[in-house]
């Protein structure tokens, strides 16, 4: 069974960094892309940044494109969220997922994802 564990939120100033990690465990993930997602209260989970676990292709939401970077350890089974200049508005829950599919650049669908952590609270103060 695979399980996603993230780690690495907390509060932070507007302006500053954080760096999420996503421990992955419980399959071989060679044909997986790996995604991150947030949810702010009342709000619909949204796409943040997706890659191709095998060719580390990337993509990212316009909202965050420039100052937030994916990445993947494949030594390590490890998913990284580099997030810089954040903004009051990056306030959310940011969940991990790993979906089965071979798409080269990952997917910004969330119906493409059938795993997910269980989220990690970043606060960004204004």
């Known amino acids: 069974q695979v399980q996603l564990v993230e780690s690495g939120g907390g509060l932070v100033q507007a302006g500053g960094s954080l760096r999420l990690s996503c421990a992955a465990s419980?399959?071989?993930?060679?044909?997986?892309?790996m995604g991150w997602f947030r949810q702010a209260p009342g709000k619909e989970r949204e796409f943040v940044a997706t890659i191709n676990w095998s060719g580390g292709n990337t993509d990212h939401a316009d909202s965050v494109k420039g100052r937030f970077t994916i990445s993947r350890d494949k030594a390590k089974n490890m998913v990284y969220l580099q997030m810089n200049s954040l903004k009051p508005e990056d306030t959310a829950v940011y969940y991990c997922?790993?979906?089965?599919?071979?798409?080269?650049?990952?997917?910004?669908?969330?119906?493409?994802?059938?795993?997910w952590g269980q989220g990690t609270q970043v606060t960004v103060s204004s």
């Open positions: 419980g399959r071989t993930f060679s044909s997986y892309i």
């Open positions: 997922a790993a979906g089965r599919q071979s798409s080269p650049y990952g997917s910004r669908w969330i119906g493409h994802y059938d795993y």
